[in-house]
């Protein structure tokens, strides 16, 4: 079993619509957790970072964390064109950049 | 205020042959990390640097893997004797230091994606 496991199936919305995407873990010391953005044929970005258990918003972008179930959410609200990327979760333990990633979502916004 | 820039960004070797691929850091970030994506998949952690010296280096696969970072900047990552499952995208980052948290995120560079024949 990897330490993070995210489900890879692409996923198709319509223009506005909501983006809901998710990942679970085996390691309970995993302090850290990030969402990157990535484009094709570039590196991932950083797009949200929290920390222990709890929800984070930032503009369109929410990410909630629950550590009693080892789960992780990124939520996009009004969903664009341009939100057409690769989303890769991240975690890491306290006090270092050694990130496990899971194997990231392809997210096509139609038109 | 430039990124991390990574060159080559496209390189294609033959099996067997030897390549280098070079990361220039963000400046003043002391944390250097290597990764490696193959496709479909999220990156893999390879080795990470605190100024000179490599910290971290048990994600290597092999010892025909190998990086340096003479003069606590630029990396360089080395593979030997190159084989056809050496082929993926390989991403530099850095970091201000290695503490990771909110004032010490990850910035990733575009990455070299290397193709082995």
């Known amino acids: 079993q990897k330490e993070v496991e995210q489900d890879p199936g692409p996923l198709s919305v319509p223009e506005g619509a909501i983006v809901s995407l998710n990942c679970t873990y085996s390691n309970s010391a995993f302090q850290y957790f990030m969402w990157y953005r990535q484009y094709s044929r570039k590196g991932p970005e950083l797009l949200m970072y929290t920390y222990s258990s709890g929800n984070k918003e930032d503009g369109r972008f929410t990410a909630q964390v629950d550590k009693s179930s080892k789960y992780i959410s990124l939520f996009i609200r009004d969903s664009q064109p341009s939100d057409s990327a690769t989303y890769l979760c991240?975690?890491?333990?306290?006090?270092?950049?050694?990130?496990?990633f899971g194997k990231g979502n392809q997210v096509v916004v139609i038109p | 205020g430039a990124g991390v820039s990574q060159t080559p960004s496209n390189k294609v070797t033959e099996k067997g042959k030897y390549v280098e691929l070079r990361c220039d850091p963000i400046s003043g970030h002391t944390a250097l990390y290597w990764y490696r994506q193959s496709l479909g998949q999220g990156p893999e952690f390879l080795i990470y640097?605190?100024?000179?010296?490599?910290?971290?280096d048990s994600g290597l696969p092999n010892d025909r893997f190998f990086a340096v970072r003479p003069e606590g900047s630029v990396s360089t990552l080395k593979i030997q004797r190159t084989e056809r499952g050496d082929s993926a995208m390989y991403l530099c980052?850095?970091?201000?230091?290695?503490?990771?948290?909110?004032?010490?995120?990850?910035?990733f560079g575009n990455g070299t994606r290397l193709t082995v024949t």
């Open positions: 980052a850095s970091s201000l230091s290695p503490q990771g948290a909110d004032n010490s995120p990850l910035h």
């Open positions: 640097f605190q100024g000179t010296g490599a910290a971290d």
């Open positions: 991240a975690m890491s333990y306290y006090g270092n950049n050694r990130l496990a």
